[in-house]
Protein backbone atom coordinates (compact mmCIF):
# COMPACT_ATOMS: atom_id res chain seq x y z
CA UNK A 1 0.00 0.00 0.00
CA UNK A 2 2.53 2.65 0.68
CA UNK A 3 3.94 2.04 -2.98
CA UNK A 4 1.02 3.03 -3.82
CA UNK A 5 0.95 6.00 -1.91
CA UNK A 6 4.56 6.96 -3.51
CA UNK A 7 3.30 6.23 -6.80
CA UNK A 8 0.74 8.67 -6.14
CA UNK A 9 2.53 11.53 -5.17
CA UNK A 10 5.01 11.07 -7.76
CA UNK A 11 2.44 10.64 -10.00
CA UNK A 12 0.31 14.04 -9.34
CA UNK A 13 3.90 15.81 -9.29
CA UNK A 14 4.72 15.01 -13.26
CA UNK A 15 1.21 14.38 -14.71
CA UNK A 16 1.40 17.69 -16.95
CA UNK A 17 5.16 16.59 -18.16
CA UNK A 18 3.65 13.26 -19.37
CA UNK A 19 0.35 14.82 -20.68
CA UNK A 20 2.68 16.73 -23.13
CA UNK A 21 5.26 14.17 -23.49
CA UNK A 22 3.32 11.17 -23.91
CA UNK A 23 5.78 9.47 -22.23
CA UNK A 24 5.61 6.98 -18.50
CA UNK A 25 6.13 8.93 -15.38
CA UNK A 26 8.96 7.15 -13.69
CA UNK A 27 6.70 5.80 -11.07
CA UNK A 28 4.54 4.44 -13.93
CA UNK A 29 7.46 2.72 -15.21
CA UNK A 30 8.53 1.55 -11.52
CA UNK A 31 4.88 0.14 -10.95
CA UNK A 32 5.33 -1.67 -14.05
CA UNK A 33 8.70 -2.91 -13.06
CA UNK A 34 7.25 -4.05 -10.16
CA UNK A 35 4.11 -6.02 -11.28
CA UNK A 36 6.19 -7.83 -14.09
CA UNK A 37 8.52 -8.83 -11.52
CA UNK A 38 6.25 -10.22 -8.66
CA UNK A 39 6.48 -14.04 -8.29
CA UNK A 40 6.57 -16.39 -5.23
CA UNK A 41 10.49 -16.05 -5.03
CA UNK A 42 10.51 -11.91 -5.30
CA UNK A 43 7.78 -12.26 -2.32
CA UNK A 44 9.63 -14.83 -0.36
CA UNK A 45 13.18 -13.14 -0.55
CA UNK A 46 11.44 -9.59 0.12
CA UNK A 47 9.83 -11.54 2.97
CA UNK A 48 12.51 -12.67 4.32
CA UNK A 49 14.64 -9.42 3.86
CA UNK A 50 11.50 -7.89 5.73
CA UNK A 51 11.94 -10.29 8.38
CA UNK A 52 16.04 -9.05 8.78
CA UNK A 53 17.78 -6.31 10.47
CA UNK A 54 17.31 -4.57 6.89
CA UNK A 55 14.45 -2.06 7.18
CA UNK A 56 11.74 -3.16 4.47
CA UNK A 57 8.48 -2.91 5.10
CA UNK A 58 6.33 -5.51 4.44
CA UNK A 59 3.49 -3.18 3.74
CA UNK A 60 5.63 -2.32 0.40
CA UNK A 61 5.46 -6.40 -0.87
CA UNK A 62 2.03 -8.31 0.36
CA UNK A 63 -0.50 -5.60 -0.52
CA UNK A 64 0.90 -4.89 -4.30
CA UNK A 65 1.01 -8.57 -4.82
CA UNK A 66 -2.37 -9.52 -3.26
CA UNK A 67 -3.44 -6.92 -5.62
CA UNK A 68 -1.61 -8.34 -8.49
CA UNK A 69 -2.81 -12.02 -8.20
CA UNK A 70 -6.59 -10.82 -8.28
CA UNK A 71 -5.91 -9.40 -11.83
CA UNK A 72 -7.04 -11.39 -14.83
CA UNK A 73 -4.46 -13.84 -16.46
CA UNK A 74 -2.40 -13.45 -13.48
CA UNK A 75 0.28 -15.95 -12.09
CA UNK A 76 0.23 -15.70 -8.61
CA UNK A 77 -2.66 -17.24 -6.42
CA UNK A 78 -4.28 -14.55 -3.65
CA UNK A 79 -3.36 -17.51 -0.88
CA UNK A 80 -0.68 -18.84 -2.06
CA UNK A 81 0.80 -15.42 -1.72
CA UNK A 82 -0.04 -14.78 2.44
CA UNK A 83 1.78 -18.08 2.34
CA UNK A 84 4.78 -17.17 0.46
CA UNK A 85 4.77 -13.73 1.93
CA UNK A 86 4.66 -15.92 5.58
CA UNK A 87 7.51 -18.39 4.75
CA UNK A 88 9.72 -15.78 4.10
CA UNK A 89 8.76 -14.01 6.71
CA UNK A 90 9.40 -17.24 9.23
CA UNK A 91 13.15 -17.68 6.95
CA UNK A 92 13.85 -14.30 7.98
CA UNK A 93 13.32 -14.47 11.58
CA UNK A 94 14.89 -18.22 11.39
CA UNK A 95 18.09 -16.62 10.50
CA UNK A 96 17.97 -13.99 13.09
CA UNK A 97 17.61 -16.53 15.76
CA UNK A 98 20.18 -18.30 14.62
CA UNK A 99 22.63 -15.94 13.76
CA UNK A 100 21.78 -14.41 17.41
CA UNK A 101 22.31 -18.02 19.31
CA UNK A 102 25.92 -18.06 17.08
CA UNK A 103 27.12 -14.43 17.75
CA UNK A 104 25.90 -13.81 21.21
CA UNK A 105 25.13 -10.61 22.90
CA UNK A 106 28.12 -8.64 22.62
CA UNK A 107 28.64 -8.79 19.20
CA UNK A 108 25.21 -7.80 18.55
CA UNK A 109 25.36 -4.99 20.28
CA UNK A 110 28.24 -3.62 18.71
CA UNK A 111 26.85 -4.03 15.72
CA UNK A 112 23.85 -2.51 16.26
CA UNK A 113 25.83 0.65 17.30
CA UNK A 114 28.10 0.28 14.42
CA UNK A 115 27.77 2.81 11.78
CA UNK A 116 26.36 -0.05 9.39
CA UNK A 117 23.89 -0.60 12.17
CA UNK A 118 22.63 3.19 12.42
CA UNK A 119 22.52 2.93 8.96
CA UNK A 120 20.42 0.11 9.15
CA UNK A 121 18.26 1.98 11.80
CA UNK A 122 19.58 0.02 14.69
CA UNK A 123 20.86 1.15 17.62
CA UNK A 124 21.78 -0.05 21.36
CA UNK A 125 18.52 1.58 22.71
CA UNK A 126 16.41 -0.48 20.05
CA UNK A 127 17.51 -3.47 21.07
CA UNK A 128 17.56 -2.84 24.33
CA UNK A 129 13.82 -1.95 24.19
CA UNK A 130 13.26 -5.33 22.28
CA UNK A 131 14.67 -7.51 24.64
CA UNK A 132 13.17 -5.79 27.49
CA UNK A 133 9.45 -6.72 25.63
CA UNK A 134 10.59 -10.22 25.19
CA UNK A 135 11.59 -10.50 28.85
CA UNK A 136 8.39 -8.95 29.99
CA UNK A 137 5.48 -10.28 27.64
CA UNK A 138 7.48 -13.99 27.04
CA UNK A 139 6.66 -17.01 24.42
CA UNK A 140 3.76 -14.28 23.85
CA UNK A 141 6.13 -11.71 22.55
CA UNK A 142 6.68 -13.39 19.81
CA UNK A 143 3.14 -13.28 18.42
CA UNK A 144 2.79 -9.99 19.36
CA UNK A 145 5.51 -8.80 18.49
CA UNK A 146 5.21 -9.68 14.54
CA UNK A 147 2.24 -7.07 14.48
CA UNK A 148 4.50 -4.65 16.00
CA UNK A 149 5.99 -2.38 13.16
CA UNK A 150 8.77 -1.16 15.32
CA UNK A 151 9.42 -4.48 17.16
CA UNK A 152 8.56 -7.19 14.06
CA UNK A 153 12.16 -7.64 12.33
CA UNK A 154 13.91 -7.21 16.11
CA UNK A 155 12.10 -9.63 18.27
CA UNK A 156 13.26 -12.91 16.62
CA UNK A 157 16.69 -11.34 18.29
CA UNK A 158 16.34 -11.68 21.96
CA UNK A 159 14.52 -14.65 21.77
CA UNK A 160 17.77 -16.59 19.80
CA UNK A 161 19.84 -14.73 22.78
CA UNK A 162 17.94 -16.44 25.22
CA UNK A 163 18.04 -19.95 23.48
CA UNK A 164 14.02 -19.77 23.99
CA UNK A 165 12.80 -23.24 22.69
CA UNK A 166 12.79 -23.31 18.81
CA UNK A 167 9.39 -24.92 18.09
CA UNK A 168 7.54 -22.59 20.43
CA UNK A 169 9.40 -19.92 18.13
CA UNK A 170 8.82 -21.54 15.14
CA UNK A 171 5.02 -21.75 16.25
CA UNK A 172 4.08 -18.20 17.03
CA UNK A 173 6.35 -16.43 14.80
CA UNK A 174 4.21 -18.56 12.24
CA UNK A 175 0.69 -17.80 13.24
CA UNK A 176 1.50 -13.81 14.06
CA UNK A 177 2.98 -13.44 10.47
CA UNK A 178 0.18 -15.05 9.05
CA UNK A 179 -2.43 -13.05 10.44
CA UNK A 180 -0.45 -9.89 9.66
CA UNK A 181 0.04 -10.81 5.81
CA UNK A 182 -3.69 -11.56 5.76
CA UNK A 183 -4.17 -8.04 7.07
CA UNK A 184 -1.72 -6.56 4.63
CA UNK A 185 -3.03 -9.17 1.83
CA UNK A 186 -7.02 -7.39 2.76
CA UNK A 187 -5.45 -3.94 2.21
CA UNK A 188 -4.67 -5.21 -1.41
CA UNK A 189 -8.17 -7.04 -1.60
CA UNK A 190 -9.97 -3.73 -1.12
CA UNK A 191 -7.56 -1.89 -3.91
CA UNK A 192 -8.84 -4.60 -6.17
CA UNK A 193 -12.28 -3.77 -5.35
CA UNK A 194 -11.74 0.04 -5.72
CA UNK A 195 -9.64 -0.25 -8.94
CA UNK A 196 -10.14 -4.05 -10.75
CA UNK A 197 -8.30 -2.94 -13.78
CA UNK A 198 -4.95 -2.36 -13.18
CA UNK A 199 -5.02 -0.35 -15.99
CA UNK A 200 -6.61 2.18 -15.28
CA UNK A 201 -4.56 2.32 -11.68
CA UNK A 202 -3.08 5.50 -12.16
CA UNK A 203 -6.04 6.99 -13.99
CA UNK A 204 -7.83 6.38 -10.70
CA UNK A 205 -4.82 7.74 -8.55
CA UNK A 206 -5.59 10.97 -10.38
CA UNK A 207 -9.19 10.69 -9.68
CA UNK A 208 -8.81 10.30 -6.01
CA UNK A 209 -5.58 11.98 -5.77
CA UNK A 210 -6.92 15.13 -3.11
CA UNK A 211 -8.51 12.48 -0.61
CA UNK A 212 -5.31 10.96 -0.86
CA UNK A 213 -3.37 13.74 -0.02
CA UNK A 214 -5.75 14.93 2.97
CA UNK A 215 -5.49 11.13 4.39
CA UNK A 216 -1.50 11.48 3.87
CA UNK A 217 -1.18 14.82 5.39
CA UNK A 218 -3.49 12.95 8.19
CA UNK A 219 -0.90 10.31 8.65
CA UNK A 220 1.98 12.46 8.76
CA UNK A 221 0.39 14.88 11.27
CA UNK A 222 -0.33 11.74 13.39
CA UNK A 223 3.02 10.91 12.89
CA UNK A 224 4.67 13.90 13.95
CA UNK A 225 2.80 13.82 17.03
CA UNK A 226 3.83 10.28 18.27
CA UNK A 227 7.08 11.32 17.38
CA UNK A 228 6.89 14.45 19.91
CA UNK A 229 4.79 12.80 22.36
CA UNK A 230 7.70 9.79 22.11
CA UNK A 231 10.16 12.53 23.10
CA UNK A 232 8.71 13.89 26.24
CA UNK A 233 8.22 10.91 27.60
CA UNK A 234 11.72 9.83 27.47
CA UNK A 235 12.76 13.29 28.41
CA UNK A 236 10.43 13.34 31.35
CA UNK A 237 11.43 9.29 32.51
CA UNK A 238 14.86 10.90 32.53
CA UNK A 239 14.08 13.99 34.31
CA UNK A 240 12.85 11.57 37.24
CA UNK A 241 15.49 9.34 36.86
CA UNK A 242 18.08 12.09 38.11
CA UNK A 243 15.62 13.37 40.61
Keep these: ?5 VANECYAQDAQQVAATG ?10 WFKEHMNYWTILVLMAIESSVIP ?10 AYFSLQANSSLDFWVVILVATAGAYLGSAINYGLSVIIGRPIIYAFADSKVGHFLHLSKEKMEH ?24 LISIPAGLSRMNFGTFSFFTIIGAGIWNIVLAGLGYLLFRVVPDDTQFFAQLEHYNHYLKIAGFALLGCAIAYIIYKVYKNKKIKNNKKS
Design 1 to 5: MTIMI
Design 23 to 32: EMSWAEELYL
Design 56 to 65: LPSEVVVPPA
Design 130 to 153: AEEYFQKKGSISIFFGRLLPAVRH
